[in-house]
């Protein structure tokens, strides 16, 4: 066999579900995953918003790319305190029975899943006394439920405020310190992953 090929079936495989519903015109998400790659180039992207524009998910390649994966990342924008309508087609048409869960659902086990999100709203807000009226984590249990049930190995999950770009609305400045943002949370996802795999 290759060398390099022997060498990449050796590697740790992390896979990007990418939730953002147009992710080419995102400020956040799409730097974040490509500040990932460049850490991991055996980085596996799956943007849902170029494989399925009209929404309709194919469950059987997803859930190849899922067995294929040691360290599973949802990057999304944080939309209605929950994953985007793309992402959430997907989590219905591909973790299944039989596949995720029930007596026979074992594909997902042990897999370690990363949550990364990025919220357009303030730390601030997002707390008991804030405008959204909970800490930002009180939304989470979904994704924690869905991980204990397809045993997968739940993972802190990353995430940041102040992420919202308004054209014709925000300044530069703020374009910048967005940037910035988006920079320091793909820093901690790398390492979140790098944790991942070394455990």
Same mark, same amino acid.
């Given at each position: ?103 026979? +659902?074992?594909?997902?086990? +042990? ?18 006394? +804030?405008?959204? +009226? ?66």
């Amino acid at each position: 066999m290759d060398n390099r090929l022997t060498w990449m079936n050796t590697m740790n495989n992390i896979l990007i579900i990418s939730g953002h519903p147009d992710l080419e015109h995102s400020t956040a998400n799409g730097r974040i995953i490509e500040r990932v790659q460049t850490a991991f180039p055996q980085t596996v992207v799956r943007r849902l918003d170029t494989l399925y524009p009209d929404g309709t998910i194919d469950a059987a390649a997803e859930q190849a790319a899922l067995a294929q994966a040691d360290v599973i990342v949802w990057q999304f924008p944080f939309y209605w305190y929950s994953a985007p309508a793309l992402m959430r087609s997907w989590l219905e048409g591909v973790l299944t029975y039989g596949f995720a869960y029930g007596s026979s +659902g074992d594909k997902l086990h +042990g897999r370690k899943l990363i949550v990364s999100l990025t919220a357009g709203g303030s730390a601030e807000g997002y707390s008991k006394g +804030g405008y959204e +009226g909970f800490d930002i984590e009180d939304y989470f249990p979904q994704f924690v439920s869905t991980a204990h049930l397809c045993g997968m190995d739940y993972q802190a999950p990353v995430y940041s405020y102040n992420m919202a770009y308004l054209p014709g609305i925000s300044s530069e400045a703020d374009l910048a310190a967005i940037r910035s943002r988006a920079d320091e949370h793909a820093a901690q996802l790398i390492e979140r992953i790098r944790e991942a795999l070394a455990s």
